[in-house]
């Protein structure tokens, strides 16, 4: 694989077979030697960090004496249910979880990039998986699962 990074190379190295196993899964063609590209790599590990961080976190939410990292997501809470409701979603408030979450996995996504290491260029299959993901939340009120909106 052409400029495999070294955290993959290590998936490839100990994790062919569990890696070869959800490319059958997903559909892709048979198996390969090195399963495991860059992307979905620094997706594990970015998803592994943010499990780390909601930990940490959680053990340490605090209403009298609360600290940055809880100042920091309060404030991301506070503008997501801002931007909901003055663009006007019905029921908006149940959004917010997923619009947060996709807005701090995204965000995570580029700053590592920033890190030397761990060189990320975004790939076609990461926005497509993105894309569809959205669209899938857009159809909602069209396939009857949302009430339109009036």
Request: aromatic residues 8%; contains cysteine.
């Amino acid at each position: 694989m052409e400029n495999e990074l070294g955290l993959t190379a290590l998936f490839n190295q100990y994790l062919a077979g569990p890696g070869n196993a959800l490319r059958h899964l997903i559909g892709l063609s048979g198996p390969t030697e090195r399963p495991w590209d860059n992307s979905v790599v620094m997706e594990i590990l970015v998803a592994a960090l943010l499990v780390v961080t909601v930990a940490i976190l959680r053990s340490q939410l605090s209403v009298d004496k609360p600290g940055k990292l809880q100042h920091i997501f309060e404030m991301l809470h506070e503008f997501f249910t801002t931007t909901v409701h003055e663009v006007g979603i019905h029921h908006g408030e149940k959004y917010i979880p997923y619009i947060g979450t996709l807005f701090v996995f995204i965000l995570s996504m580029n700053l590592i990039g920033i890190v030397p290491a761990f060189e990320f260029v975004v790939h076609a299959n990461l926005r497509c998986r993105l894309v569809g993901s959205h669209l899938t939340v857009a159809r909602a009120p069209a396939n009857g699962l949302l009430p339109r909106r009036s």
